[in-house]
Every structure is written in C-alpha cells, then in structure tokens.
C-alpha cells in the first residue's frame, strides 16, 4: 500500500482484558517499529523488527507486551491483561533498509482501557 | 542520557512570522536529528533532518541549525503559516548493538494566527 495502515483506529478495552493491534507496512519495508504515545508526550520507543527478527524489545513497558512479525510484514503488537496506564496512541513506523532515515509512520491506535 | 529536551511547550506566531523550537540533548552517540510534524489523529511525518556533521540545512521555510558543542539543535520556521498549526517533534537516532531507535522530546505545540 501507499502509506503504513494501522488497525484498529480505536479500541476501547476493559480493565483486564487482551488486546492485538496490527500494523501492514508498507510493502517491502524491512524494518518495523512500535513506538507508545502517551496524550501530549512525543512518542517512546517500545520494539524493533527487522524483517521477522525482533532485535531489541527493550522499551516493551513489562512482560505484558509482546509483538511478533513472524513473515516479516505484517505485525501485531498484543498488550495482555490491559491496565489503564496502557492507555495511549501505538504508532507503527516502517523504513525500506537498515538506518536511520526514511520512517513512514501509521496514523496509529488510539488505545483507551476503562 | 537519553532524553531530548525539547523547548517551548506551546508557541504563538503571527502568520508571516517566525517560529523557533530549541532541542537540546546529552548522548553523544546519537547520529541524526530529524524533526517530525504531527497533526491531530495522524502519525508523526518527518518534515526536515540533519547530521551532526553539518550546521546548517535549510529546505524550503524550514531551517535546523546544529551545535555539536553544544549539543543544541533548532528549527527555524520562516514566513509561518496558518497550515503550520500542528505539534512539532524534535527526536534523536540512536543505533546500538544491532538495534535503533528515535528518542524524541516532548513536542511543541505550534499556533499560527491568520
């Protein structure tokens, strides 16, 4: 596609309850990124793929988060027993090769736990 | 070590004007500076970047002047436009053991009176 198409826009989840957001890069985009935007923040590194090798889960908040690419492009990003602080945009960010330059962000996952 | 501090928080400019936004960061390892722009309900776009190996790129009305030395980095908005209203991003890249990452500052929040 033309640009990073995240699903849903919205999810409104229970306390408690399991949540997947997914992320279609755009097509031959090698690397992968979940970045977490908290509401008037800049956005935080969570985790980063490259092509279906995850090599740094490091920002991931706790063992509740897990992503998985595992053909290499699409990926779903799944937060287990949600709790309010998970409440915040999840952004997906892809880039053709290995490097700093050329992010394409999706337009995210505006997440709220109740 | 890894923050970028990022300053205002909100900016109001006459349309016509300049706008100036000031990062500032302290990991010398970072290698690149790009600034991103955000609407709201859309992802952050990258809207100019540059290394640290130069002091100056301008594109268009938008301008990063680089201090190394100093580890300062701003964006230069010129001739501002109502259609610039949108929250600004300063961010840093980091690569490190195989892995990379944006760290990014807080935001600014951009007005443009008409």
């Known amino acids: 596609g033309a640009g990073v198409s995240q699903s849903p826009r919205y999810k409104v989840a229970k306390r408690g309850q399991d949540v997947a957001l997914r992320c279609d890069p755009i097509s031959g985009h090698v690397s992968l990124f979940w970045y977490q935007q908290a509401l008037g923040q800049g956005p935080e590194f969570l985790t980063y793929f490259q092509n279906e090798a995850q090599l740094d889960k490091s920002g991931l908040p706790s063992d509740r988060f897990f992503a998985e690419r595992p053909e290499g492009s699409v990926s779903t990003l799944k937060i287990q027993r949600t709790q309010q602080e998970d409440s915040a945009v999840y952004l997906c960010a892809s880039r053709r090769w290995a490097g700093p330059y050329g992010y394409t962000f999706g337009s995210g996952t505006r997440l709220t736990v109740v | 070590q890894q923050q970028v501090k990022q300053s205002p928080q909100s900016l109001i400019v006459q349309k016509g004007g300049i706008s100036i936004i000031n990062c500032a960061y302290e990991n010398t390892a970072f290698d690149y500076f790009p600034w991103y722009q955000q609407f709201p309900g859309k992802g952050p776009a990258l809207l100019i970047a540059?290394?640290?190996?130069?002091s100056e790129k301008k594109e268009g009305r938008f301008t990063i002047s680089f201090n190394k030395s100093a580890k300062q980095f701003s964006l230069h908005i010129m001739d501002s436009q109502p259609g610039d209203s949108a929250t600004y991003f300063c961010a840093a890249s980091v690569t490190q053991g195989g892995s990379e990452k944006l760290v990014f500052g807080k935001g600014t929040k951009l007005t443009v009176n008409p």
């Open positions: 540059i290394r640290p190996d130069v």
